[in-house]
């Protein structure tokens, strides 16, 4: 629903800090949220083996 979403705020932008970082997570479904203050809000690096991943 617009308006109800949950707000992670990291207060960490240096390189390295991520709000969520997807390894391995196969059939992740992340919604209503608002990602900030980190250097990526949702990190998934190249070999990182998530598949199925629903934003």
């Avoid at 949950?6 to 997807?22: M, Q």
Wanted: aromatic share 4%; no cysteine.
């Amino acid at each position: 629903m617009p308006g109800n979403e949950a707000d992670l705020d990291r207060s960490n932008p240096d390189a390295g800090s991520f709000g969520f970082e997807l390894v391995d997570a196969d059939g992740v479904e992340l919604a209503n949220l608002r990602v900030r203050g980190a250097q990526d809000g949702i990190h998934a690096a190249n070999g990182a083996d998530s598949d199925g991943i629903l934003l």
